[in-house]
């Protein structure tokens, strides 16, 4: 076998590897939360506080973002039936001219949300920027994470890894 025929057979052993690896890891993060991930409010247990992670409000064509539109109405909606009392708006402010928390705030007072029940937490660059802050800088080690079923579960496993009950 000529060395040529060696390193392709080993490359294409190591990337079959590093694929299971990765689907195995997919496969537990979805697995070890799914239990946790609603989509019917009337599921959703109650909590004090729920944090909304962030998105931007705009699509790169300037459309509305869906992804933007569903989380805020999803948390009006768990705050008006008594679900949550209290919002964390976690996301990204870099420039003044994008600023996540900012806009999910005026979203939700637009949706009769009281301005009291609301905290802007500008750091939350990622996920797990937000969940860690959360817990260690706002103090909470039980929320409602308001995001897309796609994206919860890996806000979950990052959440269950910090002992919140999320």
């Not at 506080?49 to 805020?72: D, H, M, Q």
């Not at 402010?93 to 705030?105: K, V």
């Not at 990622?126 to 919860?152: N, W």
């Amino acid at each position: 076998m000529s060395f040529i025929k060696k390193v392709l057979k080993w490359a294409l052993i190591a990337a079959g590897l590093v694929f299971c690896v990765l689907l195995a890891s997919n496969i537990w993060v979805v697995k070890s939360t799914e239990e946790d991930v609603f989509t019917n409010f009337n599921d959703v247990p109650g909590a004090t506080v729920a944090l909304v992670l962030g998105t931007s409000n705009k699509l790169t064509n300037g459309l509305p973002n869906p992804f933007f539109n569903n989380r805020i109405a999803t948390a009006a909606t768990l705050y008006k039936e008594g679900k949550v009392t209290h919002f964390i708006l976690s996301g990204d402010n870099r420039t003044i001219y994008y600023n996540e928390p900012s806009e999910m705030r005026k979203a939700l007072l637009k949706w009769g949300v009281p301005d009291s029940v609301i905290t802007l937490d500008y750091a939350g660059l990622r996920t797990l920027d937000s969940i860690v802050r959360c817990k260690e800088i706002f103090g909470q080690d039980k929320i409602i994470i308001i995001t897309q079923p796609f994206h919860s579960y890996r806000a979950l496993f990052i959440s269950h890894y910090y002992n919140m009950d999320a």
